[in-house]
């Protein structure tokens, strides 16, 4: 991957990386290491060196990292959308997207490891977004930290089945927090972090004389577990969320899927919208 910038005005070579192609502090002391800055074609360098108009500054993001600490493990991705600079991933339910303690070798990221060595592609694994590990949908990664750092989400839709007959629309603007005494466990405080969704019901139904409610959420924050710990403070939680509610005998997790997401792309500067379809285990409760 190759930045490039023409200089039209009196700058030094850090302003531009700083201010013209936006180049964190961190990755411009990379990139000096690693003799991956140009000035008109020659590496040599220094940062605070005058340039003058008509300058060409290059600089390449190629250079390989290390990402041995995640251990590769075949599986099938189900790949939404790739190019040089990212790729989107279906993660299932039941997956967490990074390993954990009884999750070393079957994470999202275990996969992706195991695609980035087979097309031999040596970055670390970089997820944008994340997911609960029994919420099924999209997950972002970039492929360099560039992208990483410059990515602008715009708009991220999830799909809900709740408890309860929920009507019409509305915005849930609660802080979220940690819950006291537990490092998974969030909850409405007012202390909290600043916290925004807005959801519209889709579908009333009914199983087995249980009322339930298919729902569209926007999420405009993104605090751990939002939706589930939203949904659940209007009093009518996600369908087999076991910690915000109890199991249920209908679906085997919380039945919450991220459905579309939507971003300007760093690079192609183009909005790029990518859809997952609900998974049959959510589709198959409304379509009773």
């Given amino acids: 991957m190759e930045l490039k910038y023409v200089v039209n005005d009196e700058f030094n070579i850090r302003q531009v990386l700083r201010e013209k192609l936006g180049i964190s502090i961190r990755l411009l002391t990379k990139l000096k290491k690693n003799k991956k800055i140009f000035l008109n074609n020659s590496s040599d360098i220094y940062l605070d060196m005058k340039v003058k108009n008509n300058d060409i500054i290059k600089v390449l993001l190629d250079f390989d990292e290390d990402n041995t600490n995640i251990i590769p493990?075949?599986?099938?991705?189900?790949?939404?959308?790739?190019?040089?600079?990212?790729?989107?991933?279906?993660?299932?339910?039941?997956?967490?997207?990074?390993?954990?303690?009884?999750?070393?070798?079957?994470?999202?990221?275990?996969?992706?490891?195991?695609?980035?060595?087979?097309?031999?592609?040596?970055?670390?694994?970089?997820?944008?977004?994340?997911?609960?590990?029994?919420?099924?949908?999209?997950?972002?990664?970039?492929?360099?930290?560039?992208?990483?750092?410059?990515?602008?989400?715009?708009?991220?839709?999830?799909?809900a089945v709740v408890s309860g007959t929920l009507k019409g629309s509305d915005i849930i603007s609660k802080p979220i927090s940690r819950k006291k005494d537990s490092i998974i466990?969030?909850?409405?405080?007012?202390?909290?972090?600043?916290?925004?969704?807005?959801?519209?019901?889709?579908?009333?139904?009914?199983?087995?004389?249980?009322?339930?409610?298919?729902?569209?959420?926007?999420?405009?924050?993104?605090?751990?577990h939002q939706i589930r710990v939203h949904m659940a403070s209007t009093g009518h939680p996600i369908l087999g969320d076991t910690l915000y509610a109890t199991a249920s005998k209908y679906i085997n997790r919380q039945a919450l899927h991220a459905f579309r997401i939507s971003f300007i792309h760093p690079i192609l500067k183009k909005e790029i919208e990518v859809t997952s379809p609900i998974p049959d285990d959510i589709k198959n409760l409304y379509k009773k």
């Fill in 73 to 159: 493990c075949k599986m099938d991705l189900d790949i939404l959308y790739e190019d040089e600079y990212l790729i989107i991933l279906n993660k299932p339910y039941n997956m967490p997207v990074h390993p954990s303690l009884n999750h070393y070798e079957d994470s999202l990221s275990n996969g992706l490891k195991y695609y980035f060595d087979k097309i031999n592609l040596k970055r670390k694994i970089r997820p944008i977004n994340r997911l609960d590990k029994d919420t099924s949908g999209i997950v972002m990664f970039a492929k360099n930290e560039y992208v990483q750092d410059k990515i602008k989400i715009n708009k991220k839709i999830y799909f």
């Fill in 185 to 224: 466990e969030r909850c409405i405080n007012e202390n909290g972090e600043k916290a925004l969704t807005e959801y519209c019901v889709i579908k009333n139904f009914n199983i087995d004389n249980i009322d339930l409610s298919l729902v569209k959420c926007i999420i405009h924050t993104g605090r751990t």
